[in-house]
């Protein structure tokens, strides 16, 4: 990217607008971005907690949703919920 298409792409976005920064993104304009973006990774969930009372927690979604579908089976017979379903209900 040249010199002047940057500064145009940084007059552009209004998050860099904002912290007022100019071609040279400063220290605390940088991590403001850095945060928005972890911001947007999805967590991974790892836990739950079951209407029954009963709290589960996996080392991450796989082992949560194994872990779950076992409660499932053996407290709660006929209750089968796909992946998308305890993730759904996960934190």
Do not use: W
Not at 41 to 52: G, S, Y
Not at 55 to 70: F, M, N, S
């Amino acid at each position: 990217m040249s010199p002047e298409c940057h500064t145009q792409a940084i007059r552009a976005s209004p998050v860099l607008a904002i912290l007022g920064a100019g071609p040279a993104v400063s220290g605390a304009a940088r991590t403001h971005l850095n945060v928005r973006e972890r911001r947007r990774e999805k967590p991974v969930a790892r836990r739950l907690n079951c209407p029954c009372g009963e709290y589960i927690e996996g080392d991450d979604e796989d082992d949560l949703v194994a872990k779950t579908q076992e409660h499932l089976a053996e407290k709660h017979p006929g209750h089968d919920y796909t992946r998308e379903q305890i993730l759904f209900l996960a934190y």
